[in-house]
Structure formats: structure tokens, C-alpha cells
């Protein structure tokens, strides 16, 4: 045993035992809300120096014979397959491959020899442990703990129900906090482990290809035949990473490894599982949020074919039968009687009426900046430059409509499906089944999209599928159809803003204020990159009976839009180019600047256009990732925007596989661009108006621009992330670009509604 | 009532009503859940299979109108040796799923596209390719479809 730099973690075995005692119910849901994703995304480390009774649980679930695990997080067997356990779950960002190699780059693992698991819903692996364990260690992630706001870490520190996918979190935290640490201290587990068998010192072996080798004797030793005497070893719990210029995969163009399956029809996604005597219910919920189900005669949908079971919830009515198409039509057969809740005159325009008398009457509920912005107002008076704006609320969308199987057979209940928490999964099952949390087992799929909509804090067909699974004996898939999911959704906050500003005699802005109006207050987006002398940033907090949800890239979708569209609007007012007033208000040489600059050399920003196009040009910094976008424009002749060409250039620090990362902020730009020109949920009379593709305008190939030139500029700063960041600067580099093509100015989304009215 | 059809090659029959979509007899009876349901109004295509070789929204067509006739569905690709068709390997090729999930309708309109047209120019893929991806795939969908028809590099598009 070598000696253990570290006492007071050193390893010891313990017999498998449940890490915490598990509480029942009475824990909060957990609501996403105030950017929270982001943020508890922040803690989303997992567990890497786990307690030992963790680490026992760990092993007892993932290892079989010939196999040994490493502090939870992966395992190698005698053949040298190194298995690494991602507590996040592919939604289609191309997490898993990345995780993998970063914990294989630093093992010094053959590629071809690693495969990437989904870890267990199980606590062992939970996000929170090492917020436990490490929160005073982290002192290379500095900004990760000034993200955390203390109720956050008192959450996680309280709860070992998380395991999320979120806030564009797993690579640059879980990654480079925990995949890249595991992976070097193994190694150095895997030395320890050869010198000792070879009677060598440590520092005269070098590491390759999942082999130890002792070039003076010219011995090696694989991986595989390591693997049982190293997982003895103590761990060191800081070990020397590896530099960039060290690198064997982080940063090359790595192929993933779910997409194969994903080009043959073989990838299996919550709804395509499967249980022999399984049925099939579908569902519709009372069509105002917050509505409840007043009566509903069963006897239609029962005297349909195949249709075995009517099932009544508070709010919504359920159907199941054999197959899917004849719960569809069961439940079509049904009249069912819902309230309203009291939300009868919720209406997209209400909203906004309610938002604009909030923001008139001048009473914020939180405030930030910095001078004094109310002076500066005063002095310019009719000088002042004001511009409101609106976004609706915006639908997810994800490809693969929520789907959910539940067996619930000797005390257990058992789940499988795509969410983007599975621990929390488990733990709003339980409550919702009166069950303990260890008689929940969730078996987690890959997802056909999340976008923020899976998370189960927000996520009611946890509930609906344990009530119904807990009355039948046989396993049942609760599927949403697709108008059930547009409007019961957990929408991206219909928002509005007042933006007003002032221009010194210098040209440059003297003096910034921002109020807006929306459930989060949003702080950390609200902000902005700019040098301004004074600025004021007013939160009024408005809901209405609907759930706003994380949407990807959470609320810096509607600050960027407004933040970028009035900064365009300051620039015209000050008479200058849209890109060099920007420019001027950075700080010189900074990583903005620099993306700035890019975009603007690489879109040819200035060269001539063809007759009516214009330019439009836009920065956003989010999910510690700087990306500016350029877009070129055009008016079709029935009105509607017509993107031309788009350019991206993004400050991510490092990027661990570009060629997921150029698709992740081609196709972030791309989800950005369609809520701009199409997508808006509306309300009348409370229900949400919208139901399907036919009328929830998405993004369609001929619309898209045809190539999205991404280009990323590398940098030592903290990784950022790269599932978001590019849909925030979209629609505001097409605003801006509509107003260069047509001198009219865009502030209210989606663009489609405008060019009808 | 029982329907005698064909899928991938292979005589079938299935008991099902006579209204039942194809989409849920393929996924539900047959246990072929490569295609994939996403609007059951034939609006985004994730539901996309050949019938007799034209490309159909599985979603919206009741079994009954297939008695009889040759369906081809994302499973059915492949070669007989397993070989990935030329489409599937452009994709893989091209780097073009993320979720994945609308892929295989993707797929199976971009062999349709290029069986009946060869080498489709850009204009024809802004056309035909009407299916709906979250993710925003699109470059990579046109780039791959390009390939395919050595129209285009295979190589991934990275930085332009």
C-alpha cells in the first residue's frame, strides 16, 4: 500500500449501506426557478471523493466479477475496458462523449477501450456530495462558488436528491472538476501499482494507450491487469492535470458515440420502451393551468375497443388501454368538465397590460447597478432614449413527447424514461406514491430533447403516471400527445421590458436602465458587458397561472434580446456603426472585445450587401460563455424575415470536442432564430391557444440559413459552457439586421406576428 | 381486422382497426420504434417510412390503406450484409444527430429525395426536406445529403 498523502480520506472498504437517511416527503419541489437551472447546474459535480459507504454502493451497483471501480465514477476491467459513469444525461449535447474523454485524456486511456454509461439514479452518484465534502477545497473554481447563491448551496448541502442536467454544467464543471481529476489520480493509482510490481520507481514509467511501461527494461504492464491491485490504493485527491499543449483528445474532433445508433433506428428513447403486458394511457389535463377536473362520464371512452381503464386525477383525466391510438381515442370519446381555477380572463394581452401597470407604477421588487442612473435620466430629459419590448412564452418543443413507463409490483415502483434529474425523479414519485425513496427505482433513457422541460420540478407526468401505475397491476406508458405538450407547458416567461438610456457628448453612453417584468428576477443575465458610467437594472416580479420554466438558455434569451436590440437603437441614435459602438463600450483587449472583433472580420461586416439585406450584429455573454453573432437578412415578399448567412464566434475557454461544439452553438443559434421569426405561446381565456406544429411555428431546413459559419477562439479562461450560449445573440443579430435591411425597428416577438400586423 | 402488408422485405399481418395510424402498428404491434411519433398530424415527419418507395407520414395514414403493399421503415436500410445505406453512413459521416429523435424521419426523406432525383441541388433539399429537428441539425442535414449524392465533402463541417 503506498503511502496516503492524504489521511483523512483514505479508503476503506464498507459494507454497502444507503449513504443518507432518505426522507420522506416533506421536501420541497424543486422549481427552477430565477435562473436556478444555472446554477444548481453549478454544483453539479457529483460525487468524486465520496465518502467510503458511497463508494461501497457505488461498486456494489456497477461492478461485476473482473471488474474495479474508482472512486464511483468509472470502473476497468481485466480486458481494459474503462467504463465511465456520467451522472448526466444525453439529451442530444453530446455530454457522455465529452465526459469520457476528458477522464480518458487524463488516464492516458486507449479511446477505442472507453465506453460511457448513464450512472444510476441512485444517491451515490448524486450532484451533491461534493458540495458536501469539497465546498471550502475549491479554490480553482471561484467563480462556480460566486454563482452559488447561499440558498443553493444550503439546498445541496441539505439534499442528496439531485443528479441534473442543466445550465450547460456537466463538461465545464463535472468534467473539469471531477471527470479530469478522477482520471489523473487513477492514473497515478495505475504507476503506483506497476512500480510496485515491477520494483521500479514510480518516475521512470510513462503512461499510454491503457499501458504502463518501463522503457529502461522494456516491461509494460495493460490497465486491465492493474486495474484490481491500484483500486486498493489511496487516492491522491489533488493531482497534476495536464496542460494544454498535453492533450491527446480534449480538443480534437472526436466522434460521438450515441450517434451511430441514432442513423439506424436502434437508439431506444423513453417512449419506445417496452414491458411485456404493458398498456398505454394518455391523458388531458384541465385545459386552464390551474384548473381542476369537475366531472366526466367514463362510459364513451370504456365502450371503445381496446380501452380497459378510465382513471380520474384532481386536474385531468387519463385513459388506458392496449395501445396508444386507442387511448387517443378513448379519450377523444370522453367530454370531460374542467374549472378554470379562477384564471378565465388570463390572456396574452392581459399579461402584458398587467405587466405594463406593474412597471408604471414604479415599484421594484430588486434593483442593482451601479451611479446614478435617475440624475442622468433627469439631466438628458427629452433627450432620453426609451424603447419597450415583449417576448412571449415560448414552448420546448422537444422532438420526443413526454412518455413515462410505471410498474409498481412488490412494494416498488419502478420508472423508466428520459428527465433531466433523475434522482429528483425518484423523489417526486415517492411523494406522489406514499412510498419511501429507496422503493423508487428510475431507470433513465436518453432523451429526445430537454431543453430545460425535463426537469421534475416541473415535470407533472411524474405524478400522473405513479397515481395511475399504483392503481393497475400490470406495467403502464403514460404518453403526452403532442397537444397535451404544447399546451401544458412550462414555458419560457412571456417578459417585457422598458429600456432607456442616455448618450454624453462623448458618444458614449452616459447612463443605462433596464426594467423588466417576469417571474425570475434575473440578476445574473440582467447584467451586461458594457462600460456604462451608470446603470440600473429593475426587477418587477409578475406571474401569471402559468409555470415559468428553465428554456434553453434560460433568461438570457429575452435579456439578450433586449439588451442587444437597444444598444443597436443607441448606436443609430449616436450615429455611429452598430459594431464599433459596441466596440468602444468594452474593455480594450478584453475576450469580448476580441469575439467581437472576430465575428466582424469574419462576416465582412462593412462590405457591401445586395440590395435590400442588411446586417445585423450581436453579443451575449452567458453560462460563462461569450459568443457574438452576425446575421444577414432579408424581407421576403409576403413580409416574413429571410435569414441569409450567420457567423458565430464563441469564448468558451477551452472546447473539449469541436465538432459537438460547433453543432451545439450552430444549433443553439438555430433554436434562437425560430423563436424569434415563429414561436409564441398565447393565452385566452386562461388556456393556451396553440396546439400543435400546425400552428406553433418551428424552424423548418429551407429557413434556416444554409451554413453557420462557428468559429471559437481558445483561451485559459474557466470553461464555459456550450449548450446555451448560442440561442441568446440570435434574435437580436436578426432584429438588428431586419432594421439595417428595412430602417424599421423589431422589439416584440416573434417576428411572424409582425410582419401580419 | 387483419391486414396483410409487407415490412422491410417481410410478409406481415397484423389485427388492428381498421383506423389505426401505421405509425402505431409499426412501433406498438410490429416493435419497430425507429420511427418515431412527434405530432400525429403529419406536421414535423418524425413519423417518416416508404410506402411502395414514396415517402409517407406513418402518423396520418390509417392500416388499412396498406393492405398489400411494401412499407420500408429506418430498420429496413441497412443491406442485407448489415451495411449502412450511403444516407446513413453521410450522416454519420457528417456528424448530424444530436437528440436524434427526429433523425430517422430525416433519413428515411433524404433517401426518398435522392431516389427520385439523384443528385438534388440545394433549392430541391430546401423542398423536399420539410421534417422539423429541434436541435437545429439543418447545415448538417444539407451537408450530409450533398455528401451522399458526392455533391459535397463527407468530411464534418467544422470551421468554414
Redesign the interface.
Given at each position: 500500500m503506498a503511502d496516503n498523502p492524504n489521511p483523512d480520506i483514505e479508503e476503506t472498504e464498507a459494507a454497502a449501506a444507503p449513504i443518507a437517511p432518505v426522507k420522506k416527503k416533506g421536501v420541497k419541489r424543486r422549481i427552477f426557478l430565477v435562473g436556478s437551472a444555472l446554477l444548481v447546474g453549478g454544483g453539479a459535480f457529483g460525487l468524486y471523493w465520496a465518502d467510503s459507504s458511497a463508494r461501497a454502493r457505488a461498486k456494489a451497483l456497477t461492478t461485476a466479477e473482473g471488474e474495479h471501480n474508482f472512486l464511483t465514477w468509472m470502473k476497468i476491467a481485466e480486458d481494459d475496458t474503462v467504463t465511465v459513469f456520467s451522472p448526466h444525461i444525453d439529451?442530444?449535447?453530446?455530454t457522455h462523449t465529452a465526459l469520457g474523454l476528458m477522464l480518458a485524456d487524463e488516464l492516458d486511456a486507449a479511446w477505442d477501450k472507453v465506453k460511457v454509461e448513464q450512472a444510476p439514479s441512485d444517491v451515490a452518484f448524486s450532484n451533491t456530495a461534493l458540495v458536501q465534502s469539497f465546498l471550502g477545497e475549491m479554490s480553482g473554481y471561484p467563480g462556480v462558488i460566486n454563482a452559488l447563491p447561499v440558498a443553493v448551496i444550503g439546498m445541496l448541502t441539505r439534499s442528496q436528491k439531485i443528479q441534473i442536467t442543466g445550465g450547460s454544467s456537466a463538461v465545464r464543471f463535472t468534467g473539469q472538476g471531477g471527470m479530469r481529476v478522477v482520471g489523473a489520480a487513477v492514473r497515478l493509482a495505475l504507476i503506483e501499482e506497476a512500480a510496485s510490481r515491477l520494483g521500479v520507481p514510480a518516475g521512470e514509467l510513462t503512461t499510454a494507450d491503457s499501458v504502463v511501461t518501463h522503457a529502461a527494461s522494456g516491461r509494460s504492464l495493460r490497465y486491465g491487469e492493474l486495474a484490481a491491485g491500484a483500486a486498493e490504493r489511496s487516492l491522491t485527491r489533488d493531482p497534476v492535470l495536464k496542460s494544454r499543449k498535453d492533450y491527446k483528445l480534449i480538443g480534437k474532433?472526436v466522434?460521438?458515440l450515441?450517434?451511430?445508433?441514432?442513423?439506424?433506428?436502434?437508439?431506444?428513447?423513453g417512449?419506445?420502451f417496452?414491458l411485456p403486458d404493458m398498456r398505454?394511457a394518455t391523458i388531458a389535463a384541465a385545459p386552464v393551468r390551474g384548473g381542476k377536473l369537475e366531472s366526466v362520464d367514463e362510459a364513451p371512452a370504456l365502450a371503445m375497443?381496446?380501452v380497459e381503464k378510465v382513471v380520474t386525477l384532481d386536474d385531468a383525466v387519463i385513459v388506458v388501454a392496449k395501445?396508444?391510438?386507442?387511448a387517443?381515442k378513448g379519450l377523444n370519446a370522453l367530454s370531460p368538465k374542467f374549472t378554470d381555477g379562477g384564471h378565465g380572463a388570463m390572456s396574452t394581452a392581459a399579461i402584458y397590460a398587467a405587466q405594463d401597470k406593474l412597471r408604471e407604477a414604479g415599484k421594484p421588487d430588486g434593483e442593482a447597478g451601479a451611479g446614478d442612473v435617475d440624475a442622468a435620466l433627469m439631466a438628458a430629459g427629452d433627450k432620453t432614449i426609451t424603447a419597450d419590448f415583449r417576448v412571449p412564452f415560448l414552448h420546448h418543443?422537444?422532438?420526443?413527447?413526454f412518455a413515462l413507463t410505471a410498474h409498481f409490483k412488490d412494494g416498488k415502483l419502478h420508472l423508466w424514461g428520459g428527465l433531466q434529474d433523475p434522482i429528483g425523479a425518484r423523489d417526486r414519485a415517492a411523494a406522489a406514491a406514499g412510498l419511501e425513496m429507496d422503493d423508487v427505482i428510475f431507470n433513465p433513457m436518453?432523451?429526445?430533447?430537454?431543453?430545460g422541460r425535463r426537469f421534475p420540478g416541473v415535470t407533472e407526468i411524474i405524478d400522473q403516471v405513479t397515481v395511475l401505475a399504483m392503481q393497475v397491476p400490470y406495467p403502464v406508458k403514460l404518453?403526452w400527445?403532442?397537444e397535451e405538450e404544447v399546451r401544458h407547458g412550462t414555458y419560457r416567461a412571456q417578459s417585457s421590458a422598458r429600456l432607456s438610456a442616455t448618450l454624453g457628448d462623448d458618444g458614449r453612453i452616459a447612463a443605462w436602465r433596464t426594467d423588466y417584468v417576469q417571474g425570475d428576477n434575473s440578476e445574473s443575465e440582467a447584467g451586461f458587458i458594457y462600460q456604462v458610467p451608470a446603470t440600473s437594472r429593475r426587477h418587477f416580479g409578475y406571474t401569471s397561472n402559468q409555470i415559468d420554466g428553465p428554456w434553453r438558455s434560460v433568461n438570457s434569451t429575452q435579456i439578450g434580446f433586449y439588451n442587444e436590440s437597444f444598444i443597436d437603437e443607441l448606436a443609430d441614435a449616436a450615429g455611429e456603426d452598430p459594431y464599433q459602438f459596441r466596440r468602444k463600450h468594452l474593455p480594450e483587449g478584453s475576450r469580448h472585445q476580441k469575439v467581437l472583433d472576430a465575428v466582424a472580420e469574419r462576416s465582412g461586416w462593412g462590405a457591401p450587401l445586395p440590395e435590400g439585406a442588411g446586417r445585423g450584429i450581436a453579443i451575449v455573454e452567458s453560462f460563462g460563455t461569450i459568443v457574438a453573432e452576425v446575421i444577414e437578412a432579408t424581407v421576403k415578399d409576403d413580409g416574413s424575415p429571410k435569414v441569409l448567412k450567420a457567423w458565430a464566434v464563441v469564448d468558451c475557454g477551452t472546447t473539449v470536442n469541436?465538432?459537438?461544439a460547433?453543432?451545439?452553438i450552430?444549433?443553439?443559434?438555430?433554436?434562437g432564430l425560430?423563436s424569434a421569426i415563429g414561436e409564441a405561446i398565447t393565452l385566452e381565456k386562461g388556456a393556451v391557444v396553440e396546439s400543435?406544429?400546425?400552428d406553433y411555428n418551428?424552424?423548418?431546413?429551407?429557413d434556416?440559413?444554409?451554413?453557420?459559419?462557428?468559429?471559437?477562439i481558445e483561451s485559459d479562461a474557466a470553461m464555459g459552457g456550450i449548450g446555451e450560449p448560442g440561442v441568446p445573440p440570435a434574435s437580436a443579430a436578426l432584429a438588428n439586421a431586419l432594421f439595417a435591411a428595412t430602417g424599421k425597428r423589431i422589439r416584440a416577438l416573434p417576428l411572424l406576428t409582425q410582419a401580419k400586423a | 381486422m387483419a391486414i396483410a402488408f409487407t415490412v422491410n422485405g417481410k410478409g406481415v399481418s397484423v389485427e388492428a382497426e381498421a383506423d389505426t395510424p401505421l405509425l402505431w402498428v409499426l412501433r406498438e404491434d410490429l416493435a419497430l420504434t425507429g420511427t418515431k411519433f412527434g405530432c400525429g398530424i403529419a406536421a414535423c415527419g418524425a413519423c417518416s417510412v416508404h410506402v411502395d418507395g414514396a415517402l409517407t407520414r406513418s402518423c396520418s395514414v390509417p392500416v388499412s390503406e396498406i393492405a398489400g403493399r411494401a412499407v420500408t421503415t429506418i430498420e429496413g436500410l441497412k443491406g442485407a450484409d448489415g451495411t449502412l445505406h450511403k444516407v446513413q453512413q453521410a450522416w454519420i459521416d457528417a456528424q448530424v444527430p444530436q437528440c436524434g429523435y427526429c433523425q430517422s424521419g430525416q433519413i428515411m426523406a433524404a433517401v426518398a429525395l435522392i431516389e427520385r432525383n439523384g443528385t438534388p441541388s440545394d433549392a430541391q433539399i430546401d423542398e423536399a426536406m420539410t421534417n422539423i429537428c429541434r436541435c437545429g441539425t439543418y447545415p448538417r442535414i444539407r451537408t450530409a445529403i450533398l455528401a451522399a449524392t458526392g455533391s459535397a465533402a463527407a468530411a464534418v463541417q467544422g470551421e468554414a
Open positions: 439529451m442530444g449535447q453530446g474532433p466522434t460521438r450515441d450517434i451511430p445508433a441514432k442513423v439506424d433506428g436502434s437508439a431506444v428513447y417512449i419506445d417496452t398505454v375497443p381496446g395501445g396508444y391510438w386507442q387517443l418543443a422537444m422532438m420526443e413527447p436518453i432523451m429526445g430533447g430537454g431543453f404518453i400527445s403532442r469541436p465538432i459537438n460547433e453543432a451545439q450552430a444549433g443553439g443559434m438555430i433554436m425560430s400543435n406544429f400546425n418551428l424552424l423548418k431546413l429551407v434556416a440559413p444554409p451554413m453557420i459559419d462557428v468559429h471559437f | -
